[in-house]
């Protein structure tokens, strides 16, 4: 069983800068792959990024080149640092953890998921 609890969410400007933490405790975190995910109102979950335990990494089309995700396994933690926010960044981010060493892009194929935590850009 692992824990999720994620951190960091807040509101910025358009152009601003957030970074998002995904504490885990519970199983073996390191053998996991780690994904984030989002949810605007009204619209389906999106596929944000996915990190796996040798740190290979994968990201939606909607955020390659402005989203960095990254983890720490000495300290059972996630990231994502996200630049260049826009107004359709606005959502509930959500981290999740997949009992794999295969990047997964399906919020089906997650297993655990973080409480979510809302990230606001103002135009």
């Known amino acids: 069983q692992v824990h999720l609890v994620n951190s960091g969410g807040g509101l910025v400007q358009a152009g601003g800068s957030l970074r998002l933490s995904c504490a885990a405790s519970?199983?073996?975190?390191?053998?996991?792959?780690m994904g984030w995910f989002r949810q605007a109102p009204g619209k389906e979950r999106e596929f944000v990024a996915a990190i796996n335990w040798s740190g290979s990494v994968y990201y939606g089309d909607s955020v390659k080149g402005r989203f960095t995700i990254s983890r720490d396994n000495a300290k059972n933690t996630g990231y994502l640092q996200m630049n260049t926010l826009k107004p359709e960044d606005t959502a509930v981010y959500y981290c999740?953890?997949?009992?794999?060493?295969?990047?997964?892009?399906?919020?089906?194929?997650?297993?655990?998921w973080g409480q979510g935590g809302q990230v606001t850009v103002s135009s």
């Open positions: 519970g199983h073996i975190f390191n053998t996991y792959t």
């Open positions: 999740t953890a997949a009992s794999t060493i295969v990047l997964v892009t399906g919020d089906y194929q997650y297993d655990y």
